[in-house]
């Protein structure tokens, strides 16, 4: 049996407890100040909210190994919470079993199917299942079982409290490499620098919205979608709960840190203009230097006269500005990129199949 490791919301006097198994009950604290600087000054919902109706959004890129145990075993979390509840699978262009897997899933479960044409990434996947729940509230949830289906009561009374969004924060990334986590940290560091919308740290793709958040995110037009990025920008009364991942069930992780560095990229050029402002203090610093450089030379000309030397300065001085100028047009050409890719307007994703066995089809 696996086993499984939760974390309850944190608040200021309490510590994190891991329990295994089935957890002892707890009471939820609606205003929990975990997180509280990276929260939207927005007001709570209106209550009572309408019963509860779930669509389960999960996105898959060769999942076989677990997208069968991890969808019947979310059907029945999802099954203690509402008996009106959907699965959306949504195969991102998956080499392996997994649209058998689904398609098999999709004749006795109350599952939706949508497979890509091909794999257009994580961030796009995530913007089709969006696009096709319709329930009252959305669970973002991974197939790997590394999101803790026991928080999903919590997400849920945290929703009836009157928040839009409960999302999961990983509190302990000691089980990843020394270099992703510095490259994590700094890469919050500069998304959130002199921002008004912040970009909550080590908060991923694990949430719970309201129909509200879900149809405000599916309004937005861009087409390159650095989900972390619009979940912040919506607003919205959020709330955090921390957790720590469990390992993968089986198979592989489809994230190399090649489409990490990707993803980041996207993240930093979509949301902020900082690179750009980073440059130009640059280009002022270099002119500014040059200028005095430029004096000293002139100076030292009227006094002493000149005899042709400093050759290797000069040489020196130009391979410098190249390189500043090269990267400066570099970071410039990643920004034309995003506006090139956006007026093309090309869809963001593109559905090969849909096998519609919710019970929500005919609405």
Known sequence: MRCMTWMQPLHAEQTIDTMTETPAPYRVTPNADYH????????????????LRLSCVVPAHNEEANLEDFVRALAQAAGRLTPEFEIIIVNDGSRDAT??????LAQDLPVRYLAL?????????????LAHARGSAVLLIDADFQHPLELLPEMHALWLAGYDMVYGVIVDRGFESGTKRVGTGLFYRLINTGKQVKVPPNAGDFRWMDRRVADALNALPERNRFMKGLYAWVGFKAAALPFVPHDRAGGQ???SMRRLGSLALLG?????????????????????????????????????????????????GIMLFSGVQLMSIGILGEYIGRIYEEVKRRPTYLVARDEDNSPWRDS
């Open 268 to 316: 930093l050029t979509s949301f902020t203009t900082l690179p750009l402002r980073v440059w130009s203090v640059v280009g002022s610093l270099v002119a500014l230097l040059a200028l005095v450089y430029g004096a000293w030379i002139t100076l030292d000309t009227i006094l002493h006269g000149t005899d042709l030397q400093g050759w290797p300065t000069l040489a020196a």
């Open 117 to 129: 044409s091909r794999n257009f990434g994580k961030e796009a996947a995530l913007t089709a299942g």
């Open 253 to 255: 992780t489809s994230f």
């Open 36 to 51: 509280a600087d990276y929260a939207p000054a927005a007001p709570p919902a209106q209550l009572p909210r309408a019963p």
């Open 99 to 104: 649209h058998a897997v689904a398609l098999r």
